[in-house]
């Protein structure tokens, strides 16, 4: 097929080949052809994304130019990126073009074959390793870990589903249409699938475009049209994929600010959180790789969780990686107990000894099979350990964790005697357990915060060492007034009525 | 009446005229010889003040100077400054006393007739746009709105009365006089009244000074003692009136943090909120028009509410409004139900078809008449979105606002059965609803939750994309949980006992 | 006893004098002998740990440089520093060896004995008014202060005890031994005590450490080895101890944030918060004396409550202190009532007129003898004010106070109305109170949210005009719903069963 294009297309091809040759605010690499074409027209359409890609490494730098660095600072970590690729910047074509036939959601486009939703597998093209490793991250996972699991997709209806109340009595229904992507699928994906295309009027001339439902969206699980898992863009922003927004805690709390996660809120709190806090503008955010001590004096998330971190000796204390399960001994949110992180990062998948989907029985023994070995438990810890130890001694480090791991124990038993007061309820039916929805009745509900906000909050504070979300907010203050709530529900329930 | 000038102050004026005429620190502009004697005495009397000051443009600028830039650029609205003011900088006597006649507040002060609540009026005089802007603004009728209400006077005394607890029953009575103030009107504005003068020893010997009651405050609605409504300290902060501080969304926060509104705890945790937190010391908060894209590469508060914003080719995306409403399609919070916003900013004037001064019926149907009608709400939304289209796709702003726009339908619907346990309650005499107060029983004020606290916070998250305050903080689990309940207390409430 | 010195060691000690003389990035002072023989293999083994101390005035400015300065912005208070320490950088050797006999934890490590956990008597060398201010200033004695005083044990008995669900019924038991420093002692400070020696395998050879219980903790009433109570690195955060982070309210917000002393979240919405929050990348943090107006347009925590601030015209509006009492006329947190400041620091000696280790009785009236008098709290409300005064005029700084002081004696008032039905409760039978837990049971807990946390909470929110927090978050409508759902729950309860 020839492509077609319209007269103002080819002026403003014109036009853009002469820019593309002045120099701009940042732009130093060239452009390929077909991306000035798209800036011809885009410079207008969408200003914000051009200035804000104009910022960007993909603007500034070719592939050839990030692949000559030495291996410690390299970004690119695909040894073979295209011919084609290499040698001009990577801008609107190369990420919307180059892996059309493998996206549902192409459109023809002036000429071009299109996509809108850039996936985990086009960024591969020239990230391989980091794309490889999200794969075996729960969080690609994030939206099939909740929507494929029964009992976790019971907690979805039972927040998510609309009420009534007739006749004095509340009635659950099916939660509407877009709700379940407004909420939990914000963070844990959506399912963005074409439903069709439209014509549009543009200021260009009548336009056909991409229908998509679950759009927008960039959680960490999205189902894209190609067919892959995750976005990229959850963490490197478009269109600017700055290192230094990655690396900045703030990204992280979009998701993880919650009482479920609040990782960010106990980080704020804690030594590390005022540190960066109070100095992080006279810290490096963009050096690879990134050297502790000098670049920075105090851990973000990255640095523990994701980044490659050397000190002032160039030695590496962790290496990259887009698992953050490498790091990570136990899984501490999210399910009833703390246990041992899942060996497949596809929980949806575990069934325990009772036939639930959780990696825990409720008397809290764990699903062994489907998690790591106290071996891998100890390499994990090592690996995290090695980052703590670059700024703290060894007693200060081995104190920590010990205390932490006690925490865990500590938690699953408080976890443990709350769970204790649901099933003697279930039992006695003083509530509807499973297979009845175990998360809709005001008793389940206080037992749910039990583990899923209180629990949480304690280990992530004793994590980080954010004191008071161990104590009064969210933490151990909330856990014991919590069970004596539930003690005083559990009576007033009566026997055999089933919460009603 | 001939001025009367102590030897100090003529000899203060003296060095000031020397001083003035030499370079100090950020001061270009000449300062008025009133103003500069003011200095004389006011650099020892509040120094804090007067630093402040020297670094705001208005001790650096002329309003001639400002009114001869180009008028995208200008920020000072009123064609006709009088001649006497143009010339030199906007200092003490420009803001203090040119207005005296109209300020209830005014006294003598060393030869001047001074006032210290300096008012939107005053400001007009140069900024007579924004002046007449504000005052179409809800926020500046926001005292009113509140106290003039008699239903929301009800819920005023509700939070803020003192309780006793008699014979084993509460009993409420009326707050304390300084509570209000110290609470709603912190925000909402106090009625700031003179209630006589006082002789003072100070520095420079005895003064008389006006007695005010309400002061401090800068709440948004003020009632000033020159008749005037609100406060543009309330944002363009004393005496700095930067407007780097007004376009960051620290200063919202202020007002817009809390459960009932937390518009700025959403947007933290919102990839905009994100960007910001990140990269905001690289954008440029000064610049008029705003550029975006340039100055900034994702909005804040302002951007999408107030400002003046630009793309890179200088086509403008919004004009500025200090209107905020003409942006807004809906109102979100702050009633039992999201509705078409009013067409009238004084909303304690608007009466529903049952009597009350709502909005919308407890059923949720909209007080019609009261309310801007489809038309008016889709020129509204059209201006919003011209904003996200400066950086977005139109797949993608559509798709969020009909997404936004069911989750108000949905969190209304949800509000409908809360507010329908609460009627049924108040028919069967569970609880004692209106003319008696309906915000002070136990269920009465978890019904306020349902609506004041939770569904707002989902519109926000929704409204903003700032997911975790749509689930679990003070989002939907609390939303479904609240309702849960709701049911028990209200069984477990007996019909014709009044809540008691 | 001769030094031994490994091979290793003295070629490290070699090199290390050799790059003493060599400047590296931010070392300008040269270093002792011992310092640089720690450093040889430190640069090695903690290198986070010397990088950060390398950018320290610490390691750039001598104990005599620091002392030639003029009196106002001198930071080294002690006349007599010790002559052998003057003349070099205080670095390893200094602040981990001089004291060695007075530690307990003392360790022969490489030929020198040596200590991990530096005290407040340590810093006191070369800072001696500030250790001994912070003697008397509560937070020295927080971990006793908490500990010793019985009823506030039972408190923390009832948050960290573990408990059982055994036939029906929750009982309590003691929390596990690590568990009140992962909670409560994370800021009050641990004990921290010497539990043996241990020898491990490390890069340079085997040796010898303590064994501390307690480690790691930097909580500021932390109990040292050396029998000094505190820790100067809560705020000055070790290897920095910047001033910087010490001025930055970030730091206070490690333990000044939770429902029980909002003060962080508080000072966030306040106007003076959302100054620092928009501008604070302009301002100075290092100058010394600190001038207000000029190196900061609004206070952050430090300057109202601990540093030397003067005006630009170098009149001191506050002495330094860190026994922040002296500014505080009120004690307005952490008790049931508020009430006039503790006389002495060690609040766990006072005993009320009840017998209980309270500063008021249950029906709040004051324990006089154990608080500051009328003459005391005017001297340090002027204090405070003198602060305040440097921006705000009279009638403001006035105005603010009245109205203060007036939300004291209400939130007294509504606390006083929580504690009639809870005594009443106690006395019915319907609760067990003293000297069983006070603050185990459902209705308890309810009682101890209305004065630690709401009553706090409004508080806080008047002292700092941090509006929210006064009404809904956690303020006035939190503490008139808990009322009503204390009284709700109090009928619930059977006259006699004792909360069963």
Request: proline share 6%.
């Given at each position: 097929?020839?492509?077609?294009?319209?007269?103002?297309?080819?002026?403003?091809?014109?036009?853009?080949?002469?820019?593309?040759?002045?120099?701009?605010?940042?732009?130093?690499?060239?452009?390929?052809?077909?991306?000035?074409?798209?800036?011809?027209?885009?410079?207008?359409?969408?200003?914000?994304?051009?200035?804000?890609?104009?910022?960007?490494?993909?603007?500034?730098?070719?592939?050839?130019?990030?692949?000559?660095?030495?291996?410690?600072?390299?970004?690119?970590?695909?040894?073979?990126?295209?011919?084609?690729?290499?040698?001009?910047?990577?801008?609107?074509?190369?990420?919307?073009?180059?892996?059309?036939?493998?996206?549902?959601?192409?459109?023809?486009?002036?000429?071009?074959?299109?996509?809108?939703?850039?996936?985990?597998?086009?960024?591969?093209?020239?990230?391989?390793?980091?794309?490889?490793?999200?794969?075996?991250?729960?969080?690609?996972?994030?939206?099939?870990?909740?929507?494929?699991?029964?009992?976790?997709?019971?907690?979805?209806?039972?927040?998510?589903?609309?009420?009534?109340?007739?006749?004095?009595?509340?009635q659950a229904s099916a939660p509407m249409a877009h709700t379940n992507e407004d909420s939990c699928l914000s963070c844990h994906g959506t399912?963005?699938?074409?439903?069709?295309?439209?014509?549009?009027?543009?200021?260009?001339?009548?336009?056909?475009?991409?229908?998509?439902?679950?759009?927008?969206?960039?959680?960490?699980?999205?189902?894209?049209?190609?067919?892959?898992?995750?976005?990229?863009?959850?963490?490197?922003?478009?269109?600017?994929?700055?290192?230094?927004?990655?690396?900045?805690?703030?990204?992280?709390?979009?998701?993880?600010?919650?009482?479920?996660?609040?990782?960010?809120?106990?980080y704020g709190v804690s030594k590390h959180g005022n540190l960066y806090g109070s100095l992080k503008d006279k810290w490096n955010f963009t050096n690879v790789p990134w050297v502790m001590g000098k670049d920075a004096n105090a851990p973000t998330c990255a640095v523990c969780h994701v980044s490659l971190v050397v000190d002032e000796n160039k030695k590496v204390l962790a290496k990259r990686t887009h698992a953050m399960n490498d790091r990570l001994p136990w899984r501490i949110f999210g399910l009833v107990y703390a246990h041992p992180h899942p060996r497949d990062p596809e929980t949806h998948k575990i069934v325990n000894a009772d036939g639930l989907a959780l990696p825990t029985r409720l008397d809290g023994s764990w699903a062994a099979e489907a998690l790591i070995d106290k071996v891998e438990q100890d390499a994990r810890r090592k690996t995290m350990q090695a980052v703590c130890l670059g700024c703290h001694g060894t007693a200060w480090v081995d104190g920590h964790w010990e205390r932490f791991e006690k925490t865990i124990e500590e938690t699953n038993r408080m976890t443990g005697t709350a769970t204790a007061v649901m099933v003697r309820a279930w039992k006695e039916k003083r509530a509807m357990g499973p297979p009845d929805n175990p998360f809709d009745e005001a008793l389940e509900k206080r037992w749910v915060e039990q583990w899923l906000f209180f629990a949480n909050s304690i280990r992530f504070s004793s994590a980080m060492m954010g004191a008071d979300y161990s104590v009064f907010d969210n933490g151990r203050w909330s856990q014991s007034k919590g069970l004596r709530e539930m003690e005083r529900l559990y009576r007033s329930l009566s026997p055999g009525q089933g919460g009603r």
């Open positions: 097929m020839e492509r077609r294009r319209p007269l103002f297309l080819r002026l403003g091809l014109a036009l853009c080949l002469l820019w593309g040759a002045v120099p701009i605010a940042g732009a130093a690499a060239p452009h390929s052809a077909d991306t000035q074409e798209c800036l011809a027209c885009h410079v207008q359409a969408t200003p914000g994304i051009v200035s804000d890609w104009q910022r960007s490494r993909h603007a500034q730098v070719t592939p050839a130019e990030a692949m000559a660095v030495e291996p410690l600072s390299r970004k690119v970590s695909s040894p073979n990126v295209p011919e084609g690729l290499k040698g001009h910047s990577v801008g609107c074509a190369e990420c919307h073009t180059v892996r059309a036939e493998a996206h549902q959601d192409t459109v023809e486009h002036n000429g071009y074959r299109m996509y809108v939703v850039v996936s985990p597998e086009d960024c591969r093209t020239c990230h391989q390793e980091e794309a490889t490793q999200y794969r075996k991250n729960l969080m690609a996972h994030a939206h099939d870990n909740l929507m494929k699991n029964p009992l976790y997709r019971q907690l979805v209806d039972a927040v998510n589903g609309l009420q009534t109340f007739d006749g004095g009595v509340l399912d963005v699938r074409v439903q069709g295309t439209v014509s549009r009027e543009t200021d260009f001339g009548t336009m056909d475009f991409a229908v998509l439902s679950g759009w927008p969206n960039a959680g960490v699980g999205r189902l894209n049209p190609d067919g892959s898992h995750g976005s990229c863009a959850s963490c490197h922003v478009r269109h600017g994929f700055s290192l230094e927004v990655a690396r900045k805690p703030e990204t992280c709390s979009q998701c993880h600010k919650g009482p479920d996660v609040p990782a960010y809120k106990v």
